[in-house]
C-alpha cells in the first residue's frame, strides 16, 4: 500500500510534560495525581466496605483519574505542525 502522507519520524517540538522525579525517574504528574487519588480513595472506602469493594473502587478511581488528567490543559498531546488538518 502507497501512503500520500510523508511521515516525519523525528519532531521539531517535543511535547513538554509536565513531570516529578521520583527516585531518579521523572514521572507525569497527572500520573501521581491519580496514584494518590487511588490511594485516598482506598483508605477511606476500607473502613466502611469490604475489602474486594475498596479494591474495585480504587481501581475505577485511578483509572478515571488517569484519563481524566491527561486531558486537561497542558497534558493533552498535540499534532506536530507538519501534519496536515484532520490527522493526529
Avoid at 497527572?30 to 477511606?44: E, F, S
Amino acid at each position: 500500500m502507497t501512503a500520500m502522507i510523508e511521515i516525519n519520524l523525528f519532531r521539531e517540538h517535543a511535547r513538554v510534560v509536565r513531570s516529578v522525579d521520583v527516585a531518579g525517574v521523572a514521572w507525569p504528574v497527572h500520573k501521581l495525581q491519580a496514584i494518590a487519588v487511588a490511594g485516598v480513595v482506598g483508605l477511606i472506602s476500607l473502613l466502611a466496605l469490604t475489602p474486594e469493594l475498596t479494591a474495585w473502587l480504587s481501581g475505577v478511581a485511578l483509572v478515571t483519574t488517569w484519563l481524566v488528567a491527561r486531558h486537561l490543559p497542558g497534558n493533552a498531546a498535540t499534532a506536530p505542525a507538519s501534519n496536515p488538518p484532520g490527522i493526529s
